[in-house]
C-alpha cells in the first residue's frame, strides 16, 4: 500500500505541473481571440486561418517533446546525466533547424497555404501577412518544445510551467499595447507573439545549455536516433490530425447544425484530453526513468497506478457529461438545431471518455519506453482502417453527426485493443539504456 501511495504522490507532482503548463496554451488562444476580435469580423477570420497552420505545424513537431523526453527519461533513470545532456544538445540543433526550415517554408508559401485552408479575398491577405509575421517565432517555439522533453525527462515539471506562463502573460500585454495602443491591429498581433516567443525560447534555451554534457556539437547518430523516433511520433501525430480533418470535412457536408455540434463536442474534449495528457506524461516520466534504471518491476507497477487514476478519471469525466448533457450545448450555442444535434451525440461522448482516457495512458507508457514504432503504425491503422471507413460510410448513408461520433468511438476502442495488446504482451519492457 505505501508502494502505491509513494507512485500516486509522485503522479501527482508531475501530473499538476504538467496541467498548468499544457492549460496555458488554450487559455493564451483564448485571449488572444478575444484581443483580435475586438478590431473586427476580417481580423478574427484571419487569426482562425493563420492560426489553423501555424497549430498544425508545431502540433506535428511535438516530438521534439515526446521523442526527448523518452530518451532522457532513460538516461536520467540509468544515471547518465551526461548524455542525457547531450540529448538536450541535440534536440536544440534539431528544434532550430527544423524551425529555420518551418519559416522559410511559411513566409514563402503564405499565400498559397491561406488558399489550401479555404481564406479568399481581404481575410486571405490579412491572414497571409500575419502568417509571415508569426513565422518568424516558430523556431523559438520549436526550442521551447525541445527544452520541454528535456526538463520533463529529468522530472522538472516546474520551471516549464513556469517559463511558459510567464511567456503567456508576457505576450497578452505586448499584445494589448501592440494592438491598442500602438495602433498596428493585427500586425501587433503576430508581432507581440514572436517577441514573447523569442524571450520563452531564450529561457529554454538556457536550460538546455545548462544541461551537463561532454560537448555539444552536433552528433550524427544522436540527430538520426531523435529524428528516426521523431517520424514515428509524427505519423501517430499527423493520422489522428487526419482523422478530426475528415471529421469536420464530412460533417460540413452534412450541416451547418452538426458542424456546430460537433466543434462544442470537439472543444470540450480537448479541454478533458489536458488532464488525461497530464497523466499520461507524468507516466511516461516514470516508465522511462525506472526502465533506464533496470527497474522493470517497478515500471510495470507504476504504469497500473496510471492505467487505475486514467480509467477513474475517464469515467468520472463520462459520468459528468452525461449529467451536463442539457447544459453544456446551451453555453455554446443559441440555435436549437445546434443544441438538438449535441444532446444527439452527447452519450456517445460521454462513452468516449473511459477507453480514451486508457489510451492516453497507454500512449503515456509506451513513450516512456520508447515503442514509437508500434504506435506509429497502430495510429494508423485505427484512423485509415477503422475511422474513415465508418466515417465516408456515415456521409453516404446520411448517418450524420452521430454515425461520425460512432466513428470516434472505433477509433478510440481500435487505439485501446492495439497499445492494450502491446501492454499486456510486455515487449516494450526493456530496461537499461543503449551503448
Not at 261 to 272: M, N
Not at 292 to 303: I, K, V
Not at 322 to 345: C, G, K, M, Q, Y
Not at 357 to 380: H, K, Q, V, W
Request: proline share 3%; net charge positive; with cysteine.
Amino acid at each position: 500500500m505505501s508502494t502505491a501511495r509513494s507512485y500516486d504522490r509522485e503522479i501527482l507532482r508531475l501530473a499538476i505541473p504538467a496541467l498548468g503548463a499544457l492549460a496555458a496554451e488554450p487559455l493564451y488562444l483564448l485571449v488572444d481571440t478575444a484581443i483580435v476580435g475586438h478590431l473586427g469580423t476580417p481580423q478574427l477570420a484571419a487569426l482562425a486561418l493563420a492560426a489553423a497552420v501555424l497549430g498544425a505545424a508545431v502540433t506535428l513537431c511535438n516530438f521534439l517533446t515526446y521523442g526527448t523526453t523518452a530518451q532522457v527519461a532513460r538516461l536520467h533513470g540509468a544515471g547518465e546525466a551526461q548524455r542525457a545532456g547531450e540529448i538536450a544538445a541535440q534536440a536544440l540543433w534539431l528544434a532550430l533547424g527544423i524551425g529555420l526550415l518551418l519559416t522559410i517554408a511559411v513566409v514563402t508559401l503564405a499565400d498559397p497555404l491561406m488558399t489550401l485552408v479555404g481564406g479568399h479575398g481581404h481575410t486571405a491577405d490579412l491572414a497571409a501577412r500575419y502568417l509571415r509575421i508569426s513565422a518568424l517565432g516558430l523556431p523559438c517555439a520549436l526550442i521551447a518544445l525541445a527544452a520541454q522533453g528535456y526538463l520533463r525527462g529529468v522530472g522538472d515539471l516546474r520551471s516549464p510551467l513556469i517559463v511558459v506562463v510567464v511567456a503567456n502573460a508576457i505576450n497578452i500585454v505586448l499584445e494589448l499595447v501592440f494592438v491598442y495602443v500602438l495602433d498596428w491591429g493585427l500586425d501587433g498581433s503576430a508581432a507581440g507573439t514572436v517577441v514573447a516567443q523569442a524571450g520563452m525560447g531564450a529561457a529554454f534555451t538556457m536550460y538546455l545549455l545548462k544541461a551537463p554534457a561532454r560537448t555539444r556539437r552536433p552528433n550524427p547518430d544522436q540527430l538520426k536516433s531523435l529524428a528516426r523516433m521523431g517520424g514515428h511520433i509524427v505519423v501517430r501525430t499527423g493520422s489522428l490530425l487526419l482523422a478530426f480533418v475528415i471529421a469536420g470535412a464530412v460533417l460540413a457536408r452534412v450541416g451547418d447544425d452538426s458542424l456546430g455540434a460537433h466543434q462544442i463536442a470537439f472543444q470540450v474534449f480537448i479541454f478533458l484530453a489536458l488532464i488525461l495528457d497530464a497523466i499520461a506524461i507524468a507516466g511516461q516520466v516514470l516508465v522511462g526513468r525506472m526502465l533506464g534504471a533496470g527497474d522493470a518491476a517497478g515500471a510495470l507497477a507504476a504504469a497500473r497506478r496510471m492505467l487505475g487514476w486514467s480509467l477513474a478519471g475517464g469515467c468520472a469525466m463520462g459520468l459528468g457529461l452525461l449529467a451536463t448533457r442539457n447544459v453544456i450545448p446551451h453555453a455554446f450555442s443559441t440555435d436549437t438545431a445546434v443544441r438538438a444535434r449535441a444532446r444527439e451525440l452527447w452519450p456517445l461522448f460521454a462513452l468516449m471518455l473511459p477507453a480514451g482516457a486508457l489510451t492516453f495512458a497507454l500512449d503515456g507508457i509506451l513513450l516512456g519506453a520508447g515503442d514509437t514504432r508500434f504506435l506509429a503504425y497502430a495510429m494508423a491503422f485505427s484512423a485509415l482502417a477503422v475511422f474513415v471507413p465508418i466515417t465516408l460510410l456515415s456521409l453516404h448513408f446520411h448517418w450524420g453527426v452521430i454515425g461520425v461520433w460512432w466513428g470516434l468511438n472505433a477509433l478510440m476502442l481500435a487505439r485501446l485493443v492495439t497499445t492494450g495488446a502491446r501492454y499486456r504482451g510486455r515487449r516494450w519492457v526493456v530496461v537499461g539504456v543503449p551503448a
